[in-house]
């Protein structure tokens, strides 16, 4: 990779260096084909210059936190230099702000907050989140707090966009005196449809409240601000994100998050490199950042590899690469659209709700689990389906659906019916997806739609609701023998 190039040349050269794009397998037609990986918002592919970044690293591997031998100090500065570049990649001061990792995605960290938030005010024991939560950015506060509000969708035509300002405003006012935080993400991972996390930190801040964004399907795709030089008010108090949605998989979750509140309470996790001192009956936590929030050894490869993946981002340009996706995002809403017998979930009119990455459906008469299945057998489409961890949104946009052909199904039968039916099919976007991928979607779709019986009399249900092709079994070749 060229360490001169920006912006669009860039671009053009990372698109194609994604470990994965040219995996081949076999499919029930008996052909071999490229695989079409639209699945990114679940994981995304390795970004190759991150991954080769960290093989050389590799040479050098120590353990952080001592800078006596060579190794050990070139591990502790690339470690240092990945929180720093966290830290700008969000456009976050690093007086006010500190970043640390933690666990394997965004679930550790936005625990960590909860508990951190409930603690600096407890007195202040409710917390706001949406319906469109991921369960992530929405158990934890359930568990940490006293009570959560989860605030509703603005809805038109019978269809659900973002976060109501309005109705968040009110719910802030009404709840001022015990309003701790609002935790919103910044775009759905089942719809795509983006909230305004700026306004909702404005209004928080306005009802003495703080804000938390779930980054997990921004930081890939989304320019992120956290802090506004012109209106502090609408700074972000504290964001968590995803490594292996950030083109490095095996690294670890980023949070970035205001100092003075997580000074305000002792770290969850406690043990070696967060002490200054212990003694038998006492021990003192460190007041350093990312020491402090980081006990034990981190995964440190990992870290440095986001910190490449971020780098090449930011030097690419989160504005361009929000337009190059936005466009793919629309071509493949129209496409889909003019697809007879496609219910896409969620606002498709971009005028209202802009949408990133993710576009979410059902093929009438088929469940989704089967779309799934033949997306992937007969056209090499990786697409994922169920739930995709949000379940109340999931539930309240296919409960008409779901009612169509309850009153064929017998009461005992019910529960099976509904675990059958109750999800969605999601094709997901990234930096190295392209027309031809988007052209290659809405074609299966098509073809699909017009053969319904054809696909469908290939495949049986198993007991766990899985579709199984009744003849063709998927063959691989071990790339490590295990067994
Ligand atoms: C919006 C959102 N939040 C949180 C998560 C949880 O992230 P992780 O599985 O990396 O912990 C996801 C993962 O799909 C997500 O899409």
Known sequence: MSHHKKGSDLFY??????????????????????????DSTASTLMMKPAHDAVEKFNHHYSNT??????????????YQWAHDRILSFVRADPETYACFFTGSGTTAGMNRLARVFKHSRPEKELAIVSIMEHHSNDLPHRKHMDKIIHVPLKERNGKLGCVCIETLETIC???KGQLNYIALTGVSNVTGIMNPIYEAAEIAHKYGAYMIVDGAQLAAHVPIQMCDPHNPNRNIDAIVFSGHKTYYPGSPGAVVARKDLLLSVEPEEVGGGMVRDVFVDNYVVKSSFPDREEAGTPNIPGAIGLAVAVDILDRIGMHFLFEEEDELIQLALKKMKSIPDIRIYGETNTD??????????????????LTAAILNDYFNIAVRNDCFCAHPYVKEMIMDDLMLGIEDVDMDDIAD????????????????????DVIALADALMEIATNKDKYTKQYQVDSHGNYIHTSFQFAFTPFYPIK
């Open 173 to 175: 006012k009404e709840n």
């Open 417 to 436: 019916y509904v675990e059958l039916k109750r999800g969605m099919v999601r094709a997901s976007f990234g930096l190295y997806s392209t027309k031809e």
């Open 352 to 369: 209202f709700c802009k949408r990133v990455a993710s576009i979410s459906f059902n093929m009438k008469e088929l469940d989704h689990g």
């Open 65 to 78: 936190h001592s800078t006596l031998h060579f190794g050990a100090k070139i591990s502790t500065d690339y």
């Open 13 to 38: 050269e990372i698109q194609h260096a994604f470990i994965g794009l040219n995996t081949e397998y076999t499919l029930a037609t008996g052909e071999a084909t490229k695989r079409i990986y639209l």
